[in-house]
């Protein structure tokens, strides 16, 4: 059955547009929404931008035309069901390093859309096709939940970017969303008496944006909620400082203060020693390997994550594994442009006994793919924002689905060790 693509503008939570695909063999029709990073990295596939008048300058009228005029032929005729075939037709039309002749968003929004389809033929979940084309074993994942934001994603002082609730002491899937929405609600509780109402408005992932400026601050408060729930043993906290954000002329700038590499690292230190810390992710910029390499001898047990490090790029794992310069994916399929590149991410990381967690962006939609493909995969950890707003919570909802009806196990506090 011959495959039928039609791409289309749409818009993401922020308002924004990003690209829509329609993918169809005449009696079933898939779809795949492309979601958009506000902290990007600068390793990353090029998301296509039309940089003209309308949106701004962000409308995705070309990458919608590269999917109708230029994919749609070059896959007619392939099998849904053969991903990796789909996506090396589009890389071999593309002929880029980075997907900058078609974008991106224009190639991720074929295969995502391809990928559903295969499923639906196959008459399976997409978790389980996930779980066929990675060859891995289904796995309820840890969600971690931004709930207090700065840097990039809110408006005060926080040089630090997302603050996280980490529930990898629950028994399940339901059990850690429950408890996690629950201390979200109390930390709602505590920040409104201090700071007000307006303390609690909620930024692009749903987190709250206090006026805070001192790093170690939204720490103390998510330590405050989770004590005053008698949580302890089964809450932890994950940071995502997003250091490339406050790299300036070789230092980071962080409240004011110029810290080299060292200094940062010591802070670091004195955080995973004083708070219930179980996943540090970008600590240091991007193309800082000896900060990377620091961290790494100075906290050697916790989950280091690479995001706008790795860019969930082969190569760039390749070349992080040879200088130890942490210990984690984040997995992001709009930063590398297609599900068999992800897939093939996730599996590199494994293959080192590394862990994998799979991530939302900033800019989100309505689709759920990564609920599924974190449970096909096995990675075992989720970030998906906050337990609030529509495009994050459709994410939770369809994990709460998927544990109703696949009895996959639940990953717990073991997808973090080291």
């Known amino acids: 059955m011959a495959i039928n693509l039609k791409a289309r503008e749409v818009i993401d939570?922020?308002?924004?547009?990003?690209?829509?695909?329609?993918?169809?063999?005449?009696?079933?029709?898939?779809?795949?929404?492309?979601?958009?990073?506000?902290?990007?990295g600068v390793h990353e596939a090029l998301?296509?931008?039309?940089?003209?008048v309308r949106?701004?300058?962000?409308?995705?009228?070309?990458?919608v035309a590269n999917v109708n005029n230029r994919i749609a032929p070059a896959?007619?005729?392939?099998?849904?069901?053969d991903q990796g075939a789909i996506d090396h037709a589009m890389f071999t039309l593309d002929a880029t390093k980075n997907k900058s002749a078609l974008g991106a968003n224009a190639i991720l929004g074929a295969s995502m859309a391809c990928c559903r389809l295969a499923?639906?033929?196959?008459?399976?979940?997409?978790?389980?096709?996930?779980?066929?084309?990675s060859s891995r074993k289904a796995l309820m994942p840890v969600p971690c939940l931004n709930v207090i934001n700065g840097g990039v994603h809110a408006g005060n002082d926080l040089d630090m970017q997302e603050y996280m609730?980490?529930?990898?002491?629950a028994d399940n899937f339901a059990e850690a969303l429950r408890m996690a929405a629950e201390t979200y609600h109390h930390l709602k509780g505590l920040l409104e008496k201090k700071y007000g109402k307006n303390s609690t408005n909620v930024g692009d992932e749903g987190g709250f944006a206090p006026p805070m400026a001192r790093p170690e601050e939204p720490l103390e408060f998510l330590t405050a909620a989770i004590e005053e729930l008698g949580l302890q043993d089964k809450m932890m906290i994950a940071m995502d400082?997003?250091?490339s954000e406050m790299f300036k002329e070789g230092k980071y700038l962080v409240q004011g203060t110029s810290l080299s590499a060292g200094e940062l690292a010591d802070r670091y230190q004195a955080m995973a020693q004083t708070f219930p810390l179980i996943s540090l992710e970008d600590p240091f910029d991007q193309d800082d390997l000896e900060g990377w390499k620091l961290i790494r001898q100075k906290l050697p047990k916790l989950q280091i994550v690479g995001d706008d490090l790795l860019v969930t790029n082969p190569e760039r794992i390749a070349m992080a594994m040879d200088n130890d310069a942490c210990n984690a994916l984040l997995l992001k399929v709009n930063q590398i442009g297609s599900v068999t590149e992800a897939i093939a991410a996730a599996n590199k990381s494994f293959d080192a006994g590394w862990g994998v967690m799979v991530s939302h962006r900033s800019g989100e939609t309505e689709d759920t793919f990564i609920a599924d493909l974190v449970v096909g995969l096995g990675a075992g950890q989720i970030k998906s924002g906050a337990p609030a707003r529509g495009e994050?919570?459709?994410?939770?909802?369809?994990l709460l689905r998927i544990e109703e009806e696949s009895g996959a196990a639940f990953g717990g506090r073991k997808v973090f060790e080291r």
């Open 47 to 52: 998301e296509l931008r039309d940089k003209d």
């Open 392 to 398: 994050r919570t459709a994410k939770y909802n369809q």
């Open 241 to 243: 400082p997003a250091s």
């Open 75 to 81: 896959l007619a005729d392939l099998d849904p069901k």
């Open 119 to 133: 499923a639906m033929q196959k008459g399976v979940p997409l978790y389980q096709h996930v779980q066929d084309i």
């Open 165 to 169: 609730l980490v529930p990898a002491g």
């Open 55 to 63: 949106y701004g300058g962000k409308g995705v009228r070309t990458a």
């Open 13 to 40: 939570s922020r308002g924004n547009p990003t690209v829509e695909v329609d993918a169809s063999d005449g009696t079933n029709r898939a779809r795949a929404i492309v979601p958009s990073g506000a902290s990007t």
